[in-house]
């Protein structure tokens, strides 16, 4: 089964407010995770990521948290624009797994209206 | 991302054909991967290669062969195409022990049809 989902598979905001996307995983091994952008027509580019010995890490107008504890890692986008409308994909990694590559999440389609 | 392109980036076949779907980089990275997507499941795993002499099977690798042919190309075989291989497919490379761990940069897709 998936490894690593989302809660909800759409997520609509207002130009200007604060995007929440959020992710569960299940992999209690997993160390390192990513968030990553999908826009149409386009593969998926990365926009931050964090290390298991970190609870928050920020980027410009993005912000990534993880819980350990319930094993949910977050994206907070700052100030929503237009441009920020894509599909947002989380994805883990398990270091001590020699060999794995990443588990991504099913995504979430981030809809920004003016 | 220009480094990393893929060929065909559209292609439409019919049932029971052989496909080869081609992945470059210029990256110099070590490790590539080969992803479908496919709607509300996001990208799942098909094969990846640590180097040049290592294949490994990902989550839904029936189906599908790869090759890596040198450092720069790793490419994707359909050998009998089937309609529920209609998809879109990813290409990724990723550095080993590079700064941003495992993280992973995508080529364009491949939007692959069969009838």
């Known amino acids: 089964g998936e490894s690593v989902g989302l809660h909800l598979p759409t997520l609509s905001v207002q130009e200007g407010d604060n995007s929440i996307i959020n992710c569960a995983y299940s992999?209690?091994?997993?160390?390192?995770f990513i968030w990553y952008k999908q826009e149409s027509g386009k593969g998926p580019q990365f926009i931050i990521d964090?290390?298991?010995?970190?609870d928050k890490r920020q980027g410009q107008r993005v912000t990534v948290l993880l819980n350990k504890t319930v094993k949910h890692l977050s994206l907070q986008i700052a100030a929503t624009q237009p441009g920020d409308s894509a599909v947002y994909f989380c994805?883990?990694?398990?270091?001590?797994?020699?060999?794995?590559?990443?588990?991504f999440g099913k995504g979430t389609t981030l809809s920004v209206s003016s | 991302d220009a480094d990393v392109t893929q060929t065909p980036r559209n292609r439409i076949t019919k049932t029971g054909k052989r496909i080869m779907l081609e992945c470059s980089q210029t990256?110099?990275?070590?490790?590539m991967y080969w992803y479908r997507q496919d709607p509300g499941l996001g990208l799942r795993l098909i094969y990846y290669?640590?180097?040049?002499?290592?294949?490994n099977k990902g989550e839904i690798s029936d189906g599908y062969s790869v090759s890596r042919q040198a450092q720069a190309k790793f490419s994707l075989s359909l050998e009998s195409a089937i309609p529920n291989q209609t998809a879109l497919y990813f290409c990724?490379?990723?550095?080993?022990?590079?700064?941003?761990?495992?993280?992973?940069?995508f080529g364009p897709g491949t939007r692959l049809t069969v009838l």
């Open positions: 964090i290390r298991s010995n970190m």
């Open positions: 990256k110099g990275h070590d490790r």
């Open positions: 290669s640590f180097d040049v002499k290592d294949i």
């Open positions: 994805a883990e990694n398990a270091s001590n797994q020699a060999g794995t590559a990443l588990i």
């Open positions: 992999n209690s091994a997993s160390d390192y």
């Open positions: 990724a490379t990723s550095e080993t022990g590079g700064r941003t761990y495992n993280e992973q940069f």
